[in-house]
């Protein structure tokens, strides 16, 4: 069965502080997408990235970077600089391709404090 | 623009008075599905639909029906409401599997915060 394990309920951290965000996952697919998604306050989900499981480069995108390995099956979210802007639920997501489910993790709460 | 509509946005209900609430895409998307978000428990699949005339059942669908006649909605319906379905719910639409490859990135409705009393 496939699986998202966001460990981490809720983190605190101080603005500029830098903060990771775990995710591992089980699938038996060898084809599959992970996925986050941000949830801020005001309740909408907006999407932030897609990773194809043959594609373990680790992307950056401004303060945001997203590190996957599959030896670990993990696809960790790291803020660098945090700013009161990034306090949001994250959620990690799974996508596989032999289904049509998706499977999200429980989210992780993010407080980003001046 | 594109988008994924919900509504109604806000619902009070009572307890075993039938509603549906309406999902909308115009994104010419092929997948969509429904969630509900509950504190601690995330995102749970409701259904799924990989087009039209084809749904599926996701993780909770107890209590819960959908259709998909026309590519674009997505209606959720509950026959009989009770409280223990309180909850805010999620309509999403996507692009659907395609030659091995899964399904890509979903985009959300805003969302609908259904109380049934």
């Known amino acids: 069965a496939q699986k998202v394990t966001q460990a981490q309920t809720e983190i605190s951290v101080v603005e500029k502080e830098d903060v990771t965000l775990d995710c591992v996952y089980e699938?038996?697919?060898?084809?599959?997408?992970l996925f986050w998604y941000k949830q801020p306050p005001s309740g909408e989900l907006v999407f932030l990235i897609r990773?194809?499981?043959?594609?373990?480069q680790n992307e950056i995108s401004g303060r945001y970077s997203w590190n996957f390995q599959k030896s670990t099956s993990s696809f960790n979210f790291t803020i660098t600089a945090s700013q009161v802007v990034d306090s949001a639920v994250y959620f990690c997501a799974l996508r596989g391709n032999r289904d049509d489910k998706i499977i999200f993790g429980k989210g992780t709460r993010l407080h980003i404090l001046p | 623009e594109a988008q994924v509509t919900q509504n109604p946005r806000y619902l009070i209900t009572v307890t075993g008075k039938k509603l549906t609430v309406t999902c909308s895409q115009n994104?010419?998307?092929?997948?969509m599905s429904w969630y509900r978000q509950d504190p601690g428990l995330g995102l749970r699949q409701i259904y799924y639909s990989m087009n039209v005339e084809a749904t599926d059942k996701g993780d909770v669908p107890e209590g819960y029906k959908v259709s998909r006649k026309e590519k674009r909605n997505f209606p959720l319906i509950l026959e009989s409401p009770s409280p223990n379905q309180t909850s805010l719910y999620f309509c999403?639409?996507?692009?659907?599997?395609?030659?091995?490859?899964?399904?890509?990135?979903?985009?959300f409705g805003p969302g609908t915060r259904l109380t049934v009393t």
């Open positions: 994104m010419n998307h092929e997948y």
């Open positions: 699938t038996r697919d060898t084809t599959y997408y």
């Open positions: 990773r194809n499981s043959f594609d373990e």
């Open positions: 999403a639409s996507s692009l659907t599997r395609f030659r091995g490859m899964p399904g890509g990135e979903q985009y």
